[in-house]
């Protein structure tokens, strides 16, 4: 089994081969649509954006009244961004931030911590629970990742954005280590600290890819 280590040279050759802007490239994804399914009844408030990859998600959040701190390992990829922001005319509501989510650590919790198929260099569930703890009293959750299937049919397609997190797509599988189910997220969110809204496991198209991806998508509300 390939082993990947997601640092940040691999983020950077990955988001240095997605610049062609083509269908299906990490640069021109628009936004997640569980992003809009899942927080757009939310009152705006302050955002992290833990893997922001191209910046789409942090923008849409921008568009919509909300203060973003959008982090990510690739410089590349927040050059993307950069240039997507000025385009967007939200830009001004987003505060870009070159990290390494395995170390860095936010000055404040937010409102909304979000992440979309980031993988860090570290375990996906010690990561989730790494970013849960980011999350203000009553604030939101928001979990996409890839779905964690066995069997012959393997994992679906790497989709989404690329980049420390991000979306875009590998033209493979996604590795194991870099998938989950919805299970294994909902037990590490302790019940009662967590209220448990969204626990899913979806497949839906991206025009650019081969096949469907497999999506888990978890939301939860921090108690206290």
């Known amino acids: 089994m390939t ?12 988001w240095r081969q997605g610049r062609d802007g083509g269908p299906g490239s990490m ?14 009844g939310l009152a705006p408030g302050t955002a992290l954006d833990a893997g922001c990859g191209g910046g789409a998600e942090a923008l849409w959040l921008a568009s919509h009244g909300w203060e973003v701190t959008a982090a990510d390992i690739s410089s590349e990829a927040l050059a993307r961004a950069a240039d997507r922001a000025a385009a967007s005319g939200a830009g001004e509501r987003v505060r870009w931030v070159e990290a390494d989510l395995g170390v860095w650590d936010p000055d404040t919790r937010f409102d909304l911590v979000m992440t979309h198929y980031a993988h ?105």
């Open 27 to 40: 640069g021109g994804n628009p936004p997640n649509p569980y992003l809009a399914r899942e927080i757009g």
């Open 3 to 14: 082993t990947h280590g997601f640092d940040r040279d691999y983020w950077e050759r990955h």
């Open 120 to 224: 860090p260099a570290m375990p996906q569930l010690a990561f989730y629970d790494r970013i849960a703890g980011w999350v203000a009293p009553g604030g939101t959750l928001l979990i996409v990742g890839h779905l964690h299937a066995t069997g012959s049919g393997g994992h679906g397609e790497h989709g989404g954005h690329g980049g420390h997190g991000g979306h875009g797509g590998h033209g493979h599988h996604p590795p194991a280590e870099a998938s989950v189910t919805s299970a294994a997220v909902v037990a590490r969110l302790d019940g009662v600290e967590w209220e448990i809204v969204t626990a899913e496991e979806q497949a839906r198209t991206l025009s650019g890819h081969g096949g469907p991806l497999h999506d888990v998508v978890v939301r939860a509300v921090r108690r206290r």
